[in-house]
């Protein structure tokens, strides 16, 4: 099975900083990559798809990119509502798989 | 509006059996393939299990194959899991979640708020 690894797992920053997510894989997935927001007491929130596609509605401050087994979320001029944990997932596969998480908190 | 609704967690003895459900509304339902996520509170988000639109095709991750049977019934627009032989790691907050239907393997569009699972004697 393919594996994901979020770095770092936990990252502070301040409201207007830009963050960068890595998310690597054990073998290469393409672009086969989404990335998910979650906050406390509720349900991931779908961002990207194929590695870089923003989902209808999501804040052009969050980008994606990366192919094969190496990719980044950024997240530029950071607002108050983006601190969250932040999972990848590889999906395009009968067993999708998610990256451990990051959480982003507030320096 | 488009609503996934998880139900059916609660206390389960270990060995026990539980059938979780999710009911969907907004979307034609059997056109999508659902999946079930888990996550141990405080932790990740871990696949469990997948059926397609149809209920023709279904997988597993390792751990519950064999233990847990996902199911649908498209008349009354709802997912089960039924769970069997638990253990004290198969507790968690369960999710169903919706899979995109742009293609043949999609990302999760659409999630429930979670219902919880305890194992526990």
């Known amino acids: 099975d393919i594996q994901l690894t979020q770095s770092p797992s936990t990252l502070s920053a301040s409201v207007g900083d830009t963050v960068i997510i890595t998310c690597r894989a054990s073998q290469s997935i393409s672009r086969w990559l989404a990335w998910y927001q979650q906050k406390p007491g509720k ?54 798989t998610f990256g451990q998480g990051t959480k982003l908190e507030i320096k | 509006e488009v609503v996934l609704e998880e139900s059916g967690g609660g206390v389960v003895q270990p060995g026990g ?62 997912l089960y899991l039924h769970m069997s032989s638990v253990r004290a790691e198969d507790t968690a907050l369960y999710y169903c979640a919706r899979e995109r239907d742009y293609g043949p393997a999609e990302p999760f569009d659409l999630w429930g708020q979670g219902t919880m699972v305890t194992v526990s004697s």
């Open chain 1, 43 to 96: 349900a991931p929130k779908f961002l990207i798809y194929k590695a870089s596609n923003l989902e209808g509605g999501v804040p052009s401050r969050f980008s994606g990119s990366g192919s094969e087994t190496v990719f980044t979320l950024t997240i530029s001029s950071l607002q108050p509502d983006d601190f969250a944990t932040y999972y990848c997932q590889h999906y395009n596969t009968y067993s999708p």
């Open chain 2, 17 to 78: 059996s539980l059938r979780l459900a999710c009911a969907a509304s907004g979307f034609i339902f059997s056109d999508y393939w659902i999946h079930w996520v888990r996550q141990v509170p405080g932790k990740g988000l871990v696949w469990v299990s997948r059926i397609k639109g149809d209920g023709s095709s279904t997988n597993y991750e390792a751990s519950v194959r064999g233990r847990f049977t996902i199911s649908r019934d498209n008349t009354k627009e709802t």
